[in-house]
């Protein structure tokens, strides 16, 4: 069974930095891209970061380019979102998933197994 535990998120002022990880129990890791999404209260989940299974590819959000980097480490099963700079609105839950279907990275529907999340708030 596929599980995937996100950690790293906190409280933090504006400026600030976080990083976040998600590490997966997925045997075949390597061969996923993956991605980061957040959901602020009232809102939809939406798309942060992804990345392709060799993490030569990378994909953003308008909102959080030159300020997030994602990563991953295939030996280690895991996917970080370095997040820097970070702003009062980035304040939300971040979930990552396992992209599954060859659509767009950014569309939620392209990915199947989501972790529990991680909430982060960055005050002003």
């Known amino acids: 069974q596929v599980q995937l535990q996100e950690s790293g998120g906190g409280l933090v002022q504006a400026g600030g930095s976080l990083r976040l990880s998600c590490a997966a129990s997925i045997d075949t890791f390597s061969r996923y891209s993956m991605g980061w999404f957040r959901q602020a209260p009232g809102k939809d989940r939406e798309f942060v970061a992804a990345l392709s299974w060799s993490g030569w590819n990378t994909y953003y959000a308008d909102s959080v380019k030159g300020r997030f980097t994602i990563s991953r480490d295939n030996a280690k099963n895991t996917v970080y979102l370095q997040m820097n700079s970070l702003k009062p609105e980035d304040t939300a839950v971040y979930y990552c998933?396992?992209?599954?279907?060859?659509?767009?990275?950014?569309?939620?529907?392209?990915?199947?197994?989501w972790g529990q999340g991680t909430q982060v708030t960055v005050s002003s």
């Open positions: 998933g396992r992209k599954v279907r060859t659509g767009s990275y950014f569309s939620r529907n392209e990915y199947d197994y």
